[in-house]
């Protein structure tokens, strides 16, 4: 699977938006871009996946261009309850179901 | 339960000794997974069940790490003689299949310190 590579922390202030990408230069046909949040003391959690373009839910977009070789997590207006461990993972498609974690990047929010 | 519940939610235990940590899936999910987070190692993967059955137990870290899994429901990781470096984060998830674009449902986790 594409190794991915992700800022190790992030600093923002209440209300802004937060853009944080992922590089992963070797993703293949087959391979998806899934996001994961995780708390202090609480384990992962599902954000979003995309395969390109854009894709939204009621938490964040994700942008992915067209070559696929980077992607970025969008975060509208982040409050205190943003502060966690962000993770961008690759995830093939009818293949490996293993979740494979880099070492995420840390975001705080500040007041 | 709605989400995934782990048992105990802390656990200490003396060198040497055996633990076993319980894992409770969401309820219909057929696909469960035990993960491992300590400081020094980030998140990595121990083992994947589908169903009751472990096809890749390829991320357990000796033969002392052993895990079951009972009427595609409730799952048992045991440690044996327990090593200081078994002190971690023991996750578990699920998921309703076992496609690798599936969701994971992560509980909060058992953290054992081996002391």
């Known amino acids: 699977l594409a190794k991915t590579t992700q800022p190790i922390s992030m600093d923002s202030y209440e209300g802004q938006e937060v853009n944080i990408t992922c590089s992963h230069n070797n993703i293949a046909t087959n391979d998806y871009i899934t996001w994961y949040q995780q708390f202090p003391s609480q384990g992962p959690r599902f954000i979003i996946q995309?395969?390109?373009t854009k894709v939204t839910n009621e938490v964040a977009s994700l942008f992915i261009p067209a070559d696929r070789k980077s992607s970025t997590l969008s975060l509208p207006r982040v409050s205190l309850s943003d502060t966690a461990v962000y993770y961008c993972l690759v995830v093939r498609r009818d293949s490996s179901y293993k979740l494979i974690f880099g070492s995420g990047t840390r975001l705080l929010v500040r007041p | 339960g709605a989400g995934v519940s782990q048992s105990p939610s802390n656990k200490v235990t003396e060198k040497g000794k055996d633990v076993e940590l319980r894992c409770d899936p969401i309820s219909g999910h057929t696909a469960l997974y035990w993960y491992r987070q300590s400081l020094g190692q980030g998140l990595e993967f121990l083992i994947y069940?589908?169903?009751?059955?472990?096809?890749?137990k390829s991320g357990l870290p000796s033969d002392r790490f052993s895990a079951e899994r009972t009427g595609e429901s409730v799952s048992t990781l045991t440690i044996q003689r327990t090593q200081q470096e078994d002190s971690a984060v023991y996750l578990c998830a699920s998921s309703r299949d076992y496609q690798s674009t599936d969701t994971q449902y992560f509980g909060p986790g058992t953290r054992l310190t081996v002391l």
């Open positions: 995309g395969y390109k």
């Open positions: 069940f589908q169903g009751n059955s472990a096809p890749d």
